[in-house]
């Protein structure tokens, strides 16, 4: 079973930026399909960008691609999503999950089977 541990997050005035972290712990792995989603109250989780931990090209939705990139610690089993220029509409819980079975590489559209608890954004204008 892998537990994923999220911080980061707050309250942010809209402009600012925001990092996101997320580390998987288990079963011994060199590499985890790890995926960022976000869910705005009344709203549908929303897929924003998911990765490998190690390599690989990320998949980023449309709707953020000009203002989510992400890091990686392969080492720590760690994937960090940072969201520039933040807007209101970010305003969101954010999750991070993993597929423990990628079978055609690390995108959005994956079965993402292990959920972290959260973390909020709240973005102020």
């Known amino acids: 079973q892998v537990h994923l541990a999220e911080s980061g997050g707050g309250s942010v005035q809209a402009g600012g930026s925001v990092r996101l972290s997320c580390t998987a712990s288990g079963p011994a792995r060199s590499n985890y399909c790890m995926g960022w989603f976000r869910q705005a109250p009344g709203k549908k989780r929303e897929g924003v960008i998911s990765?490998?931990?190690?390599?690989?090209?990320?998949d980023v939705a449309d709707s953020v691609k000009d203002r989510f990139t992400i890091s990686r610690d392969g080492a720590k089993n760690s994937l960090s999503l940072e969201i520039n220029n933040l807007q209101p509409e970010d305003s969101a819980m954010y999750y991070c999950?993993?597929?423990?079975?990628?079978?055609?590489?690390?995108?959005?559209?994956?079965?993402?089977?292990?959920w972290g608890q959260g973390t909020q954004v709240t973005v102020s204008s």
């Open positions: 999950a993993v597929d423990l079975r990628p079978t055609l590489g690390c995108r959005l559209s994956n079965t993402f089977s292990s």
């Open positions: 990765a490998y931990t190690v390599g690989d090209i990320p």
